[in-house]
């Protein structure tokens, strides 16, 4: 059975850089495929090039080296409202003096589009964010995550191929900004178009995509599925970056293959998947998701001892913040029902973890 021919993206950044002064590279040889109708989030810290490389893409500001490519045709040089590209903001910057049906209409209008379907159009779109009573109203008479939901509309009412958003919920509170996200991924899923979303918030990047980008310092660090994202980052900043995880600095003992055993400074000797090929006598970063780690257990490596330090409630689960020897601090994940609550500060407990749930990389 031949394997399937994966589709031609949509979107390529073929070797791009991006400098503002000539000097600092603020993103370095960024190859990105982007493919039709997928929700791609750009993760990262401040300062990562994420958000310049959705600037790049929009057209806002022009690539000092590379290409980017749209269905194959060279974009560099197109003006932004040549790119059929929707563009949500962290701002909305919707027209204050405009009411929602008429911030709607505008972009249609500039495409000279004539007024009957541009009316449909608008009630078109504003029935996909559930906003068609507010059609009359200024957005100053809107609520943020009502304004959100125009920002939102108009820049799907033009069908364009793909719709780039820029930490689009950053302004809304916590309980609307997590149903925001579910809604989000509702309309991506009944409209099949492109979502291209800017996030420094990985969370949200792992609730709502089909693939995540990890940016650092103007590089992408890995790119793939949320669940690989978690389970297998491929560096110690993603292990950091994406989700809580211990990390210990330890050296590589011996290597078996694709696995190593390493000795933790001040503490036990753990084996555990060799993600960058480290050989004996390097180096190293021990990584463990404090949710992996589980009171004793029944495999035969990986057991080792550590001691309460305190405990910290989280309503349904408990962290309990432990410590080996002289090390920093670390935390395990417990259900309620684990008895984690049970322990004193000072108190030792037996600890085990899978080996293919630790991961060593370079220091």
């Known amino acids: 059975m031949s394997s399937a021919i994966p ?54 500001e022009s690539p000092t080296q590379g290409d980017i490519l749209l269905e194959g045709r060279r974009l560099n040089d197109v003006p932004p409202h040549h790119r059929n590209l929707g563009m949500v903001f ?8 405009l009411t929602v049906e008429r911030n709607l209409a505008y972009p249609l209008q500039v ?20 906003m068609e009573a507010f059609a009359k109203r200024y957005p100053a008479q ?81 790119v793939c599925s949320a669940d690989d994202l978690y389970e297998s980052p491929c560096n110690r900043f993603v292990a950091g970056f994406v989700g809580d995880s ?30 960058q090929g480290l050989q004996a006598g390097n180096a190293c970063a021990v990584a463990m998701r404090p949710e992996r780690i589980q009171p004793a257990g029944n495999g035969a490596t990986n057991h080792f001892h550590a001691h309460a330090v305190d405990e ?12 080996i020897g002289d090390s920093d601090t670390f935390f395990v994940k417990m259900p309620l029902a684990a008895d984690a609550r049970q322990h004193a500060p000072g108190t030792p407990i037996p600890l085990w973890i899978d080996p293919k749930h630790v991961r060593i990389f370079h220091p």
């Not at 991006?18 to 109708?37: E, M, Q, T």
């Not at 401040?46 to 929009?58: E, H, I, Q, V």
């Not at 962290?90 to 003096?97: D, E, M, T, V």
């Open 7 to 60: 589709p031609e993206p949509l979107v390529r950044f073929q070797g791009v850089q991006k400098s503002y002064d000539g000097n600092h590279l603020v993103v370095r040889d960024l190859n990105l495929d982007i493919y039709p109708g997928e929700f791609l989030s750009l993760l990262g810290p401040s300062g990562s090039g994420k958000t310049t490389c959705l600037m790049m893409l929009a057209g806002f």
């Open 142 to 222: 809107l609520s943020g995550g009502q304004q959100q939901r125009i920002a939102l509309a108009r820049a799907l009412v033009f069908e364009p191929k793909i719709v780039l958003m820029d930490e689009p919920l950053g302004a809304l509170d916590k309980q609307l900004r997590e149903h925001m996200q579910l809604e989000l991924k509702a309309l991506h899923r009944q409209l099949g178009i492109t979502f291209v979303y800017v996030t420094h918030d990985q969370s949200e990047a792992l609730t709502m995509s089909n693939r995540i980008a990890v940016f650092n310092q103007g590089i992408i660090q890995q």
């Open 90 to 97: 962290q701002n909305y910057a919707l027209f204050p003096h």
């Open 246 to 275: 211990n990390q210990f600095p330890g050296t590589v003992n011996q290597v078996d293959g694709d696995w190593c055993d390493v000795q933790i400074s001040g503490g036990p000797t753990l084996r555990g998947l060799n993600v």
């Open 312 to 323: 910290v409630y989280f309503g349904d689960h408990v962290r309990l913040r432990c410590r």
């Open 111 to 130: 495409r000279k589009m004539p007024a009957a379907q541009r009316a449909q159009r608008v009630h078109d779109a504003l029935a996909m964010v559930q």
